[in-house]
């Protein structure tokens, strides 16, 4: 167990929230700690302390309750979602899989988007809309923290979509793998792209810009480093 100083006891630690990565008393450390509380999810920071004799700077626990989303688009526009892929991981541990074609409004497909994801018109020309999609996500995802690879453009395109078909949002929480890749390899890569962190984390992205291969390698990059 930690010490008094280092663990509170209001904080209410469980094994499937999280994973101490190190037992502080080891190294002597003195630790102020926050707990960041959101509805259901703990995260257990433990900041920088006062280390003798080791070069390391700060723990933090490892994330394990979250859900990986990636949606592809058909045009510039951010409601033009026409893919969408969710990797639901509870306990450090991949509990659920969702993919869905979406028919994107503008219904229209850029040139420049066909030649990232592949996707056309006829792909989607039968598919439910976001509303019809999102009602098959919401309950998976209820209570869970989000995780995208470069999630201003993930986050963006559920804002708008909600907005444009009059939804309610629900404010979720968004956290991020490629600033979490910034911080965490620097330049030890020769960028930040989602297919070369992936890499970095072991995991083979063999179908990059498919929206569930998307979001499952999201979901082993946060569980290597966010």
């Known amino acids: 167990e930690l010490s008094a100083h ?15 990565l190190i037992e502080c008393r080891i190294y002597n450390i003195s630790i102020p700690s926050v707990l960041a509380c959101r509805r259901d999810f703990f995260v257990w920071n433990v900041w920088r302390g006062v280390l003798r004799n080791t070069k390391i700077l700060y723990f933090c626990a490892v994330m394990r309750d979250f859900a990986a989303i990636d949606f592809e688009t058909a045009n510039g526009s951010r409601t033009s979602v026409c893919s969408v892929g969710v990797v639901v991981v509870r306990g450090g541990e991949v509990v659920d899989r969702f993919y869905s074609l979406i028919r994107p409004v503008p219904n229209y497909y850029a040139y420049f988007c066909q030649r990232v994801h592949g996707l056309c018109d006829r792909d989607t020309r039968s598919a439910q809309q976001f509303p019809q999609v999102w009602a098959q996500i919401a309950p998976r995802i209820e209570g869970l923290p989000l995780v995208a690879h470069n999630a201003r453009f993930d986050e963006g395109c559920l804002r708008a979509v909600h907005e444009y078909f009059a939804m309610e949002y629900p404010e979720y929480q968004f956290f991020d793998t490629l600033a979490a890749s910034r911080r965490t390899f620097g330049r030890t890569l020769p960028n930040h792209q989602l297919h070369t962190v992936a890499a970095a984390c072991d995991f083979d992205l063999s179908a990059h810009h498919h929206a569930l291969a998307d979001a499952e390698a999201c979901a082993a990059i946060a569980l290597r480093i966010l």
């Open 6 to 20: 280092a663990r509170p006891d209001h904080l209410p630690l469980a094994g499937a929230d999280l994973r101490l």
